[in-house]
């Protein structure tokens, strides 16, 4: 069993940036893709970032490409989204998920990811 704690959440302005944390418990850690999902009020969750296991690969919905970064910490068993330009359209609750299937790929679908953390809120003021 995996735990994933997120931190990092709260209130910014348009243009700010936060970097999300995502704590996992357990030592094989290393071998799960992780991914950062969001969702707002009324709209479906998406994936906005991902990982692979070994970290060389990563994913963004288009939205974030060049805004946010994924990163792992295999050492204290942490992903991090770091989120710079932040707009009023960010503001959702963001989630980490580990994906324990082995796959070698980028899986940006929730199907593909078996744990979830309890989410944490990020709100972009205009």
């Known amino acids: 069993q995996v735990q994933l704690v997120e931190s990092g959440g709260g209130l910014v302005q348009a243009g700010g940036s936060l970097r999300l944390s995502c704590a996992a418990s357990?030592?094989?850690?290393?071998?799960?893709?992780m991914g950062w999902f969001r969702q707002a009020p009324g709209k479906e969750r998406e994936c906005v970032a991902a990982?692979?296991?070994?970290?060389?690969?990563?994913d963004y919905e288009d939205s974030a490409k060049g805004r946010f970064t994924i990163s792992r910490d295999k050492a204290k068993n942490t992903v991090y989204l770091q989120m710079n330009s932040l707009k009023p359209e960010d503001t959702a609750v963001y989630y980490c998920a580990a994906d324990r299937s082995y796959s070698t790929i980028v899986d940006t679908r929730a199907s593909a990811y078996d744990y979830w953390g309890q989410g944490t809120q990020v709100t972009v003021s205009s």
């Open positions: 357990g030592r094989i850690f290393s071998n799960y893709a």
């Open positions: 990982i692979s296991r070994s970290g060389g690969r990563t």
